[in-house]
């Protein structure tokens, strides 16, 4: 927005060289300002998707032997654990497949 005022600025009023400042000052400041929202933006944890899955506790819904389905969050996903894991317990997500099929482990209280 300050870009579209320093060039209108320099078309309607101010004189060439100072309106030639004033529209690279603004691009620097807009530039600037897009750099911090970058920034700002990316230090932060993914809220939702399936980024956001890992390290989330589900429930084992079917048995995963080692196929199953897991319940997170409310939603049913398809999962994969190394071992023998039935309906009721509770796992912890390990990683996600390219596939959208959890890779799941026992849940352990303590750890």
Same mark, same amino acid.
């Given at each position: ?19 030639? !400042? *004033?529209?690279?000052? @603004?691009? @620097?400041? +807009?530039? *600037?300002? #897009? !750099?911090?929202? #970058? ?11 399936? +980024? @956001?899955? %890992?390290?989330?506790?589900?429930? #084992? ?13 409310? +939603? ?10 039935? *309906? ?17 482990? %026992?849940?352990? *209280?303590?750890?």
């Amino acid at each position: 927005m300050l870009l579209v005022g320093a060039i209108v600025l320099a078309i309607f009023w101010l004189p060439t060289p100072w309106g030639i !400042a *004033a529209i690279v000052g @603004a691009a @620097a400041i +807009e530039l *600037a300002e #897009v !750099a911090l929202w #970058v920034w700002w933006s990316g230090r932060r944890r993914p809220a939702v998707g399936v +980024e @956001a899955l %890992p390290g989330r506790v589900g429930t #084992v819904v079917s048995p995963c032997a080692p196929l199953g389905g897991v319940r997170v969050d409310g +939603e049913l996903w398809r999962a994969r654990s190394d071992t023998p894991l039935s *309906a009721g317990e509770r796992v912890v997500i390990a990683a996600v497949d390219p596939d959208l099929t959890l890779h799941v482990r %026992p849940f352990a *209280a303590d750890a």
